[in-house]
C-alpha cells in the first residue's frame, strides 16, 4: 500500500481505501469518486499536487490509477447489477482496517461524509462549499499566487481561507 501511496498521493490512497473498507457492501468506482470529490482535505491534496482545472472534482483518472495499482487486491463484485469495488479477501480488508481506520477523528469525518452522500444531503442542486486553508499550500511551500484557480471568478476568499462553490460551473 505504501508504494501507492507514494505514487498517488498519501491522503488520496488513505481516504479511499477507508471508504472502500467502511462501506460494507463496497463502493462503485462513481461513488468513490463522488465521495472523494466531497472530501475537503483529499480535494486539498489533489489540488496542490495536480493543479486541477476544475478544482470541485477529484478526476476520474485517479480512480482508475487506484484500481490499476490495487489489481489483485481490490475486485470487482457484482450485487444486484451494479459492480462495486471490494476487498479481494478478509485480510486485506483486516489489514486495510487496521492501516486506514485506526484513527478515530478520521473515521468519524469519514463516516459523517459517506452518511451524508447516501441520504443525499449534497444532492438536487444543495450546495457543500469546498474550503482549504491557505496554511496548507504554504507548509508545502506553494503560495496562492502560483496556484491557478487564486484568480477565478467563482472563489471566495476570506482571510486565509478559500472557498468555492461545488455547483457553480
Do not use: C
Amino acid at each position: 500500500f505504501y508504494s501507492v501511496e507514494n505514487k498517488l498521493g498519501q491522503r488520496f490512497v488513505f481516504r479511499a481505501l477507508g471508504y472502500i473498507t467502511m462501506a460494507k457492501a463496497g463502493l462503485t468506482e462513481v461513488e468513490l469518486e463522488d465521495i472523494l470529490s466531497l472530501d475537503n482535505i483529499v480535494l486539498g491534496d489533489v489540488i496542490v499536487a495536480t493543479y486541477l482545472k476544475n478544482p470541485l472534482r477529484i478526476s476520474y483518472d485517479l480512480v482508475a490509477r487506484l484500481k490499476e495499482e490495487l489489481e489483485g487486491y481490490l475486485v470487482e463484485r457484482q450485487v444486484r447489477n451494479v459492480t462495486l469495488m471490494v476487498w479481494a479477501n478478509r485480510h486485506l480488508h483486516l489489514i486495510a482496517q487496521k492501516l486506514y481506520l485506526s484513527n478515530e477523528e478520521d473515521v468519524h469525518q469519514m463516516h459523517s461524509l459517506l452518511a451524508e452522500y447516501f441520504l443525499g444531503a449534497w444532492s438536487g442542486g444543495r450546495k457543500k462549499i469546498f474550503t482549504y486553508d491557505n496554511n496548507h499550500f504554504t507548509s508545502l511551500n506553494i503560495s496562492h499566487h502560483k496556484n491557478p484557480h487564486h484568480q477565478q471568478s467563482h472563489e471566495k476568499p476570506s482571510s486565509d481561507k478559500y472557498s468555492y462553490d461545488r455547483q457553480t460551473p
